[in-house]
T-cell receptor, first 113, second 113 residues
Framework: GNSVTQMEGPVTLSEEAFLTINCTYTATGYPSLFWYVQYPGEGLQLLLKATKADDKGSNKGFEATYRKETTSFHLEKGSVQVSDSAVYFCALSDLTGANNLFFGTGTRLTVIP | DAGVIQSPRHEVTEMGQEVTLRCKPISGHDYLFWYRQTMMRGLELLIYFNNNVPIDDSGMPEDRFSAKMPNASFSTLKIQPSEPRDSAVYFC???????????FGSGTRLTVV
């Protein structure tokens, strides 16, 4: 079946540090992959996505590359800011026509000044 | 577009009372999802609709929960009777076939005392 495994948090970094949040997936076929971000008190927002192998999704300084050989979609940012403090969810899209998203458990990031 | 609109933002009710949560999806989206988020269980898919028809309600915890989508622009999630363990943030999300990824509402924080 389809599933997503995310790096467990919480993650605490100093401002301007490098961020990696690991995400691996299990899926039949070739799913689309997503990162969502949830700021305190808000709903999830799409951060970036990739729809096929070797695609790189990017937004707001965050990047993730769809690696089919390692079934991974790790989220990276070169220099985090306090405003990046949030919970990050990795997800994959079911391609059976049901349009379902399978979410990871989320990783809480706290950036300290 | 105003995005996915949920109401109310906060609801506090007494155990045994009926609670109704409301959602207006993005115009033109043909999928609507209801999720529940708690610290213990993370994000759980409760039910989703396609073209106003319930497709999968296997995530609905028990018969006290029911959801309807009478038209393309409105859905409700009802809990009757409510219990303290129903306390959570309930999110509605919508999407469109072929796009991938969801747009989430800001959620309803439900507290049952």
């Amino acid at each position: 079946g389809n599933s997503v495994t995310q790096m467990e948090g919480p993650v605490t970094l100093s401002e301007e540090a490098f961020l990696t949040i690991n995400c691996t997936y299990t899926a039949t076929g070739y799913p689309s992959l997503f990162w969502y971000v949830q700021y305190p008190g808000e709903g999830l927002q799409l951060l970036l996505k990739a729809t096929k192998a070797d695609d790189k999704g990017s937004n707001k300084g965050f990047e993730a590359t769809y690696r089919k050989e390692t079934t991974s979609f790790h989220l990276e940012k070169g220099s985090v800011q306090v405003s990046d403090s949030a919970v990050y969810f990795c997800a994959l899209s079911d391609l059976t026509g049901a349009n379902n998203l399978f979410f990871g458990t989320g990783t809480r990031l706290t950036v300290i000044p | 577009d105003a995005g996915v609109i949920q109401s109310p933002r906060h609801e506090v009710t007494e155990m045994g009372q009926e609670v109704t949560l409301r959602c207006k999806p993005i115009s033109g989206h043909d999928y609507l999802f209801w999720y529940r988020q708690t610290m213990m269980r993370g994000l759980e898919l409760l039910i989703y609709f396609n073209n106003n028809v319930p497709i999968d309600d296997s995530g609905m915890p028990e018969d006290r929960f029911s959801a309807k989508m009478p038209n393309a622009s409105f859905s409700t999630l009802k809990i009757q009777p409510s219990e303290p363990r129903d306390s959570a943030v309930y999110f509605c999300a919508s999407s469109s076939t072929g796009i991938g990824g969801y747009t989430f509402g800001s959620g309803t924080r439900l507290t049952v005392v």
